[in-house]
């Protein structure tokens, strides 16, 4: 339960999931999916039971540590103020021209080149001046730059048509086989070709 309430979110939930495994996590809205990928960071801790990552409770591992290891792609993607480049840079500032243009290449969003300014185009606070389904490959690129061996996407192709989210979806599970991927989602078509599902009712 959240500290300011005693309502519980999630009850006698156990989850194992191995490294190279792809998983969807599926329910109805308030199920707890999101939830979920808050507490693996620690944005929340757990008030019973514990999460590991390697066998280590994720409380024993510094902040940066931890989520040095997981890139993030949340439900309401926030970018900041300043140009694409600077936004991708908070994820791996030694990231060399080449492995942006491979990331955003991975992420679909080589878009980004046709901008007035290309990588270096200013946007506003939450991606202003990008359209929605623009703002969310930008910051799926930046979690996938993070370098880590957890990805956290919470319905991460919501904003995309259907033909971007196949072709994203596919270099993802490709490019993430030999890391964990936590799908939250309500797409059907992700839910299919996911290994793993899981279902919070």
Known sequence: HYSDDE???LSHVSIDIPAGKSVALVGPSGGGKTTICSLLPRFYDVTGGKITVD???VRSLTLK?????????????YLFCGTIRENLLMADPSASDRKLEETLALACASFVYTLPQGIDTKIGEYGHGLSEGQAQRIAVA?????????????????????????????NLLHAGRDKILIFVTHDPRLVAVCPQLIRLE
């Open 7 to 9: 309502t519980e979110v």
């Open 55 to 57: 066998g280590h409770d």
């Open 65 to 77: 540590s931890l989520r040095s290891q997981i890139g993030v792609v949340q439900q309401d993607v």
């Open 142 to 170: 930046r979690a996938l730059l993070s370098g880590g061996d957890v990805w956290l996407l919470d319905e991460a192709t919501s904003a995309l048509d259907t033909t971007t989210a196949d072709r994203l979806v596919t």
